[in-house]
């Protein structure tokens, strides 16, 4: 049915597909973990459990990304003033 290039074509497809759910996957858990740490966890009423206690107590990582953010639009100011320097250079 396949030759022996259209299979090995096949194969590398459903790998990269498979690899690609994978880290489409991984970044969906990571960010609804990021979620629950910084907005949910603060929601909910305290907690008996000690680990989901100090999720909850925790004020560093609800202040991270917002103070994150005007260091990134410096960054990609920077990025692309240097990507204009060296284009007409």
């Not at 194969?11 to 969906?28: A, K, P, Q, Y």
């Not at 979620?35 to 925790?58: C, E, F």
């Amino acid at each position: 049915m396949f030759s022996k290039k259209t299979l090995a074509h096949h194969i590398n497809h459903r790998t990269n597909e498979f690899w690609g759910w994978c880290f489409v996957s991984f970044g969906c858990i990571s960010f609804l973990g990021f979620l629950y740490a910084t907005i949910i966890s603060k929601l909910l009423p305290p907690s008996q459990n000690s680990v989901i206690a100090a999720i909850q107590n925790d004020r560093y990582y609800c202040m991270l990304v917002p103070l994150t953010l005007p260091v990134l639009v410096v960054a990609v100011y920077f990025h692309w003033l240097s990507m204009k320097l060296f284009k007409h250079a």
